[in-house]
């Protein structure tokens, strides 16, 4: 639900007020990273999180974890009461898996990432790959993957197949 933004971008942001000239970004863990929220995460957050139980797993620290969920609370509308992973919390070293994020059937869990190959093979077929996005002049890795209401679609047809 992040961009990552270039080192003149961050250093425009203001880290006591988070005004700036980008809109949606923000610097956080005490000024160190500087994070941007994808486009149409408010539309997106709103639509899935009536419809899924969310989590946060990222292989940054638990610090950063818990910076990231405070961000996308207080301005993307993520639910306040969701599981909270970081790097330390994986089973398998630098491999995200189910082991400590599934609470209830894998068949009903489906993944939005930008990075596939961090994900053990198991969980691939859940995964629903966003493109990493550098805001960079407008350009980015991938531009047109880079507003999350795009895999809205892909959401609700993964949610609802096998039914």
């Known amino acids: 639900m992040m961009h990552k933004l270039t080192s003149t ?31 149409g995460v408010r539309d997106f957050m709103t639509l899935v999180s009536s419809m899924f139980e969310l989590s946060i797993y990222t292989m940054g620290s638990r610090y950063y974890a818990e910076q990231v969920h405070e961000l996308l609370v207080s301005k993307a509308g993520f639910p306040s009461n969701c599981s909270v992973l ?55 890795w991938d531009y047109g993957s880079r507003d999350v209401r795009d895999v809205l679609e892909a959401v609700l047809m993964s949610s609802v197949s096998g039914c």
Do not use: M
Not at 97 to 122: A, P
């Open 86 to 140: 970081a790097r330390k919390d994986c089973v398998k070293e630098r491999r995200k898996g189910f082991d400590n994020v599934v609470l209830s059937h894998e068949q009903v869990v489906v993944i939005v990432d930008d990075t596939e190959e961090i994900w053990e093979e198991s969980c691939k077929k859940k995964l629903l790959k966003i493109g990493g996005f550098v805001i960079n002049n407008g350009w980015s």
């Open 9 to 39: 971008e961050s250093e425009s942001i203001d880290s006591n007020t988070n005004s700036n000239s980008i809109e949606d970004a923000y610097k956080i863990c005490g000024g160190n990273c500087v994070v941007k929220l994808r486009p």
